[in-house]
């Protein structure tokens, strides 16, 4: 099954905290599905790294650490399940 939306767009869902990968949910996607949406969380990683936030507001970088947590977690369980399948990344 094809990726519903944009790729960059299910990435940006995945930090929000919108939206969870986990291993029955990646049987859907082909391992070139699977290619695009690691490529799209290294994009939004990318870009939430390069804002500029204050050390005083903690909450901004609370937030921007959660989500970099929630992409970082999301590239493990594809590429755990990818290992786990025998899908070349």
Same mark, same amino acid.
């Given at each position: 099954? $094809?990726? !519903?939306? !944009?790729? /960059? /767009?299910? $990435? &940006?869902? =995945? $930090? %929000?905290?919108? *939206?969870? @990968? !986990?291993?029955?949910?990646?049987?859907?996607?082909? #391992?070139?599905?699977?290619?695009?949406? =690691?490529?799209?969380?290294?994009?939004?990683?990318?870009?939430? +790294? &390069?804002?500029?936030?204050?050390? %005083?507001?903690?909450?901004? @970088?609370?937030?921007?650490?959660?989500? @970099?947590?929630?992409?970082? &977690?999301? %590239?493990?369980?594809? +590429? $755990?399940?990818?290992?786990? *399948? +025998?899908? #070349?990344?």
């Amino acid at each position: 099954m $094809a990726i !519903s939306g !944009s790729p /960059k /767009k299910l $990435a &940006q869902d =995945i $930090a %929000e905290g919108f *939206y969870m @990968l !986990s291993p029955p949910m990646l049987k859907q996607y082909t #391992p070139q599905d699977m290619k695009t949406i =690691i490529a799209n969380l290294g994009i939004v990683t990318r870009d939430l +790294r &390069q804002v500029t936030i204050s050390l %005083e507001d903690v909450m901004a @970088l609370k937030m921007r650490n959660m989500k @970099l947590s929630r992409l970082n &977690q999301a %590239e493990i369980v594809i +590429r $755990a399940h990818c290992k786990k *399948y +025998r899908i #070349p990344l």
